[in-house]
């Protein structure tokens, strides 16, 4: 019986395992051998984040199943491997049917909590009566709480446990726990003590594996520290410049000097980009739409080369976003996008069946947007609300046009709340609407150049981002 691990690297690992494993000792073990802390990462299959205190039985985990090692602060888990703040109640029953309860630290091993309840017992658990007797404690039913699959025998002894505790066996609230006592030959000691120096060794190996990952950060600082030099060089060089850029300045007239520094730290556009405003009177009677012939449908050579490459594209995005979350696949799309819209042509329905149409920077805000509109009106004053079909309300926000959802292109319906006003010459003015006024072809080609300026801006930005 085997499961597979993935690490937040990536990486994959097999490991041999027990039905009565608890999941706890399958995270502490894959994270020994990778040098992670245990308390930081928890497991998860599929989406499910798995209660630790399982045993891999009851974990509903098929066999030869695939977990994954997550770290909490990516999941947003509540540690609750972490009981140094919360205390684990735990009961001993004996076999004289009494019981005892108390409440220890979750670090705490199966010894020290044998030697916290003699004082209420008055009796020496750890040390039972003669030599060959030896302590036992039982939990779930797994006498010694020895992994099965590494050594086959039953009984504890006190180096056992010792080496055992709570947090190891993956409880975290509550836990009942038997005690009784046996006799052990010569021969189950000696397998005993051949079992704990082989485990003892292998995590020490483990510790040191640890050790090594963590002195690497300090052998890159030392290599940093050798290039000082170099980084010396490099600070007297801009040293240098600072100064030259500093006579120049002197040299230079006031008003220059602001013009440069403000196109050297040009970084978003704050002016108003052109507009392109146009005004056209939409159609009484729409153009009648000619039914395509058979020949249209009929698949041609490039339209299979057209979909092949289609489909490789979605294999290609399919197999590097596999071990992508949906939050971060929805952010990427998200800044790919922002980044190459950078111009929004918004389209306005007036009254009296008049569009008007204007380009803005996607980075503009829907109040510039508003105040746009206000300042073509009659009376800037006039109360209105720009809607997007069927009747959801485009307020008036600092968003930007951009992340209210405005681009690259949106159609928005003017609505003046004085229901005396039926027509857009009682908004505008009669001559601004007869000089600003074109086709709707003229409206249709600002679109398509908008959308060739936005292609440009996303071929310039990668290659700048490649250089």
């Not at 993935?6 to 040098?35: M, W």
């Amino acid at each position: 019986m085997s499961v597979t691990i993935v690490y937040p690297t990536n990486h994959r690992l097999q490991f041999k395992i027990s039905p009565n494993l608890t999941l706890y000792q399958i995270l502490d073990e894959a994270c020994l051998r990778k040098g992670l802390e245990t308390a930081d990462h928890a497991l998860k299959f599929h989406s499910r984040i798995l209660d630790l205190a399982l045993t891999f039985r009851y974990s509903r985990i098929p066999i030869n199943g695939t977990l994954e090692i997550v770290r909490r602060e990516d999941e947003d888990i509540g540690d609750h491997q972490n009981v140094v703040k919360n205390l684990v109640k735990i009961a001993v029953q004996f076999t004289d049917g009494t019981r005892v309860s108390k409440q220890v630290e979750p670090d705490s091993t199966l010894l020290q909590i044998l030697k916290l309840i003699e004082n209420d017992r008055n009796q020496n658990l750890v040390k039972p009566d003669g030599e060959e007797i030896h302590p036992v404690v039982v939990y779930l039913n797994t006498e010694a709480i020895v992994l099965k699959t590494e050594i086959n025998f039953k009984y504890a002894t006190e180096r056992v446990l010792e080496m055992i505790s709570l947090k190891s066996l993956g409880i975290h609230d509550q836990a009942l726990f038997r005690y009784f006592s046996r006799r052990l030959d010569d021969s189950k000691l000696k397998q005993i003590d051949e079992f704990l120096t082989a485990k003892r060794a292998r995590l020490e190996k483990l510790e040191n594996k640890i050790c090594e990952n963590n002195s690497k950060p300090l052998k890159i600082a030392n290599n940093c520290a050798d290039r000082s030099p170099l980084k010396s060089e490099r600070s007297l060089r801009l040293e240098k410049l600072e100064k030259m850029i500093a006579q120049v300045n002197e040299s230079l007239p006031a008003s220059e000097i602001s013009d440069c520094r403000s196109e050297s730290n040009f970084a978003l556009p704050k002016v108003p980009c052109e507009r392109k405003l146009i005004i056209y009177k939409q159609e009484d009677h729409l153009p009648v739409l000619e039914e395509p012939d058979d020949a249209f449908f009929e698949v041609t050579k490039s339209d299979v080369m057209l979909m092949q490459k289609r489909l490789k594209e979605n294999c290609d995005l399919l197999t590097k976003t596999c071990l992508s979350t949906a939050n971060n696949l929805k952010q990427q799309e998200t800044e790919r996008r922002r980044k190459s819209y950078l111009y929004s042509v918004v389209r306005i329905h007036l009254p009296g069946r008049w569009t008007m149409q204007a380009t803005f920077y996607s980075s503009e805000s829907v109040e510039d947007l508003y105040q746009f509109v206000s300042s073509l009106l009659k009376n800037p004053n006039t109360a209105f609300e720009l809607y997007q079909a069927p009747k959801y309300l485009i307020k008036r926000t600092d968003s930007t046009l951009f992340d209210a959802g405005l681009s690259p292109m949106a159609l928005l319906i003017l609505k003046v709340k004085d229901a005396s006003i039926t027509k857009a010459e009682q908004l505008f003015n009669e001559e601004w609407l007869k000089t600003e006024q074109g086709d709707k072809s003229v409206a249709v080609a600002h679109v398509h150049q908008s959308f060739i300026l936005n292609a440009e801006h996303l071929a310039q930005s990668k290659t700048g981002g490649q250089h």
